[in-house]
């Protein structure tokens, strides 16, 4: 039938060829693709279809449709994906996302490691690895479940590393199953991995909502998410403790990797632009000093959060959001869409425009960029643009008094099934980021190899490979 054009397909194993020759990461294959398949670009696994849409305008449209708005059930959490979204908005919303409880959570968490920073690493080379996903986590743990865990915590160190394998090893077997037939391709693609983290939050969250159902009527008030979401279960058959489980992954599963990677990005996107860093420090201090932030500050520090900006611009840490499932045989652009194809949006695509993003005069030939080599070597230079510029100007109106709101700036995906953390997500990275400029100056170390953006690993998420950065205490 007239399904979307894309790579060679062969029995059995579809594109499969086509797909190992262009690495991991099927959007950043796609994004290469774009010269021959601008709009959108289809793929086959076997009975599995698979579509990345380029197009921002098609990309909308199927955001925003009903029919496309499923999800791949057992997708990284075995059968739970499958829960009723609503529920999940309602209870966030009603639990206040990105309130004012949660920005002091936030506060207390990004105080303790930036302390530890200034303490501990004055005047030193830190490599930075995963440094935030431990603090990340706990702000995650504190709103869902009212705990907290320390830093050198063993199960927590394990979570954090099984976390990080399944990030780096998503989509590419589920979208082709027939990589789990054989031993050899299952590990290779973290099957055994992916089932244990499932196991390992699974079993966490049983227990943790057990405690909280035994000590329910014993609160005045609820005290976390779990309480919230229990108490509304009470005589409402809507809300089920499986679904309250499959939240609870979701929260993890989404909301650690994302934020962690992102911070890392400011780290190292801060190394490398030292003059934006001192103009956004003395931003922060002219307008809070070293007061903690809190989301009330948004507005007074608009350099600052143009820079937060551009750095998940630059570092398009979700680039393709997650799989949208067509809930039935439909069409789109001409094309024939059968039910259950997996449908992508293709973020990474957006945020490297060109001819949206602008700046063709400071185009620089691929072999001399600093920023985002790998992307761009990706792109087709006639069609693609000069994103690869850092300049968060792009976001302040012409006075740099406010940020602007762009289109296409779409870090947390839009529609039918945008991010269900975006408020929390907002507020970490605004805190950290103000709280980490307030106390430390990111420098590139004289010792070490200078942070190279184009250094990355892309799973579902796309972090920055480890990488050194001096600090000094302010
Ligand atoms: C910088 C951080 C983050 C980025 C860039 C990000 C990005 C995204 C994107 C692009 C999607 C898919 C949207 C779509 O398919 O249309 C998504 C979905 C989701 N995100 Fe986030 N996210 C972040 C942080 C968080 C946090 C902190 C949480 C929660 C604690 C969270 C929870 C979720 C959930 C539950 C979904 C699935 C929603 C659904 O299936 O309907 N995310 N996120």
């Known amino acids: 039938w007239n399904f979307p054009p894309g790579p060679p397909r062969y029995p059995i194993i579809g594109s499969l060829l086509s797909i190992e020759k262009y690495g991991s990461h099927l959007i950043l294959q796609a994004t290469k693709l774009i010269p021959q398949f601008p709009k959108m670009v289809g793929f086959f696994a076997g009975q599995m279809r698979v579509v990345i849409i380029n197009d921002f305008d098609l990309a909308k449209k199927m955001a925003f449709s009903d029919t496309f708005s499923g999800r791949l059930i057992g997708m990284y959490t075995e059968t739970m994906r499958g829960y009723n979204r609503n529920i999940g908005v309602i209870s966030t919303q009603e639990f206040g996302f990105g309130n004012k409880g949660m920005w002091s959570i936030i506060a207390d968490e990004a105080g303790i490691i930036v302390t530890d920073l200034k303490t501990q690493w004055?005047?030193?080379?830190?490599?930075?690895?995963?440094?935030?996903?431990?603090?990340?986590?706990?702000?995650?743990?504190?709103?869902?479940?009212?705990?907290?865990?320390?830093?050198?915590?063993?199960?927590?160190?394990?979570?954090?590393?099984?976390?990080?394998?399944?990030?780096?090893?998503?989509?590419?077997?589920?979208?082709?199953?027939?990589?789990?037939?054989?031993?050899?391709?299952?590990?290779?693609?973290?099957?055994?991995?992916?089932?244990?983290?499932?196991?390992?939050?699974?079993?966490?969250?049983?227990?943790?909502?057990?405690?909280?159902?035994?000590?329910?009527?014993?609160?005045?008030?609820?005290?976390?998410?779990?309480?919230?979401?229990?108490?509304?279960?009470?005589?409402?058959?809507?809300?089920?403790?499986?679904?309250?489980?499959?939240?609870?992954?979701?929260?993890?599963?989404?909301?650690?990797?994302?934020?962690?990677?992102?911070?890392?990005?400011?780290?190292?996107?801060?190394?490398?632009?030292?003059?934006?860093?001192?103009?956004?420090?003395?931003?922060?201090?002219?307008?809070?000093?070293?007061?903690?932030?809190?989301?009330?500050?948004?507005?007074?520090?608009?350099?600052?959060?143009?820079?937060?900006?551009?750095?998940?611009?630059?570092?398009?840490?979700?680039?393709?959001?997650?799989?949208?499932?067509?809930?039935?045989?439909?069409?789109?652009?001409?094309?024939?869409?059968?039910?259950?194809?997996?449908?992508?949006?293709?973020?990474?695509?957006?945020?490297?425009?060109?001819?949206?993003?602008?700046?063709?005069?400071?185009?620089?030939?691929?072999?001399?960029?600093?920023?985002?080599?790998?992307?761009?070597?990706f792109m087709d230079r006639d069609y693609w643009g000069d994103p690869e510029e850092f300049r968060p100007e792009r976001f302040l109106n012409d006075d740099g008094s406010k940020t602007l709101k762009i289109e296409r700036f779409i870090p947390f995906g839009f529609g039918k099934r945008v991010c269900m953390g975006e408020s929390l997500a907002k507020a970490e990275l605004f805190i950290f980021t103000i709280m980490i400029l307030q106390n430390l100056r990111i420098k590139i170390s004289a010792n070490h190899a200078k942070p190279d953006p184009g250094q990355y690993e892309a799973g579902i998420t796309r972090s920055p490979l480890p990488f050194h950065v001096t600090l000094e205490a302010i």
Not at 318 to 327: I, N, R, V
């Open 122 to 377: 004055d005047g030193q080379d830190l490599m930075v690895n995963q440094t935030f996903n431990i603090s990340v986590l706990n702000i995650l743990f504190k709103i869902v479940s009212g705990k907290r865990y320390r830093p050198d915590d063993p199960e927590m160190k394990e979570l954090m590393r099984v976390l990080a394998l399944v990030f780096k090893s998503a989509y590419i077997e589920e979208v082709f199953p027939i990589l789990q037939y054989t031993k050899f391709t299952r590990e290779l693609y973290g099957h055994s991995q992916k089932q244990l983290l499932t196991q390992t939050f699974k079993s966490m969250f049983e227990q943790v909502i057990q405690e909280h159902e035994q000590k329910l009527h014993t609160k005045e008030s609820p005290e976390d998410f779990i309480d919230v979401y229990l108490q509304a279960k009470e005589g409402n058959d809507l809300f089920t403790k499986e679904d309250l489980i499959g939240i609870c992954m979701d929260f993890f599963e989404a909301g650690g990797e994302t934020v962690g990677s992102t911070l890392s990005w400011v780290f190292l996107y801060m190394s490398l632009n030292p003059e934006v860093q001192e103009k956004c420090r003395k931003e922060i201090l002219q307008s809070l000093g070293v007061r903690e932030p809190t989301m009330d500050y948004r507005g007074s520090v608009p350099y600052t959060e143009a820079t937060i900006m551009e750095i998940q611009r630059c570092s398009s840490v979700a680039p393709s959001g997650l799989e949208h499932k067509a809930l039935e045989d439909t069409e789109l652009d001409g094309y024939t869409i059968k039910k259950d194809t997996l449908l992508f949006y293709n973020i990474n695509a957006f945020f490297m425009d060109r001819d949206y993003w602008g700046d063709p005069e400071e185009w620089l030939p691929v072999d001399t960029l600093l920023f985002y080599n790998i992307n761009a070597f």
